[in-house]
Each structure stands twice: as C-alpha cells, then as structure tokens.
C-alpha cells in the first residue's frame, strides 16, 4: 500500500511539473515563430523585389525553404500558397485565412501585425508592397521585443510554480 501511494504522489508532483514546463515552453515557441516569421518575411521582400515570381509561387518557396526549421510558420505560408492557386482567392485574403487557421504558439495581436501585410498585398507594384512588409517587419520586431520580455518573467516563473505545487501536494498528501 505505501509503494502504491508513493508510486502515486510521484506521479502527482511529475505531472504538476510537466504542466508547469509545458506552459513556460509556449513562451519559448512563441518567441521562435516570431523569429522564423520575421526571416520569412525578409525572404518574401527579397523575393519580391528581385525575382518577380507570383505571390504564391514565392509563399510555395518560403514554406519549403523555412519547413525543416519552424512548421508553424511553414504552414501559415503554404496553406495562403494552396487557397491562392486552387481556391482562387487574392493574395491578401489567403493571407489573413492562412494565419486565423495555422497559428500555434502566436498571440491573437501577433496575428494582428501579420495581418497588415494582408492590405496591400498583390494589389499595389513591388515598392508598395516592399514598403508594407518593412512596416510589418518593424511591428514583428515590436513583439519579439515584447516576446522575448514576456520569457524572460514567465518561463522560469511557470516552471518554478508547478514544482512548487507539485511539491506541495505531495507533502500535503504525505
């Protein structure tokens, strides 16, 4: 009976443990597909500006050349690719759909900054659009910023309080 209730209460403070490590990775993740995003978007102005290929073309790169390092983020690219050349939709519609539905680890106002790229896509020349990812680059380094803050005061926080809970049941228990 005693090793079954220890058997227990390890499992109880593991559990706590875990769940306060999970949520202190999401503040790591969300950090990471900032940055992926960010250098995605530096692909797509250059792209722009010096290749001339489709927007959707250039999506279906950027989701290929970025896959093995952030999925996340490669999908958000490949699903906008995929409704502009099957579904017909325009570039910056396919866009704001892409995000609403492939968004893992981003907050709702990271999605709102990407989403300004949205506005002008596909429908202005090459400056107009070079000028508005530049813009959404600027926001993107905005919340990095504010990210990168956010890990720094919450991931050891969150990890630390579900040990310390963990612990505390289990010593409650005992």
Not at 41 to 49: A, D, E, G, R
């Amino acid at each position: 009976m005693e090793i079954l209730k220890m058997i227990l209460l390890l499992g109880i403070f593991s559990a706590s443990s875990m769940v306060g490590i999970l949520i202190a990775n999401q503040y790591n993740e969300r950090l990471q597909e900032l940055k992926e995003m960010k250098s995605a978007l530096n692909i797509f102005k250059t792209k722009i500006q010096f290749t001339y290929e489709p927007i959707a073309e250039i999506f279906q790169d950027i989701a290929n050349t970025i896959a093995s390092h952030c999925q996340n983020v490669s999908r958000i690219f490949l699903s906008a690719s995929k409704k502009i050349q099957e579904e017909q939709i325009e570039a910056g519609k396919a866009w704001k759909e892409s995000l609403q539905e492939n968004t893992h680890s981003m907050k709702q106002e990271d999605i709102q900054v990407l989403e300004n790229l949205a506005n002008l896509l596909g429908k202005v020349d090459v400056e107009g659009q070079i000028n508005e990812i530049l813009l959404v680059e600027n926001f993107v380094d905005e919340q990095l910023e504010k990210a990168e803050i956010e890990k720094r005061k919450n991931s050891k926080m969150y990890k630390t309080l579900g040990v310390t809970i963990g612990l505390a049941i289990v010593i409650f228990l005992f």
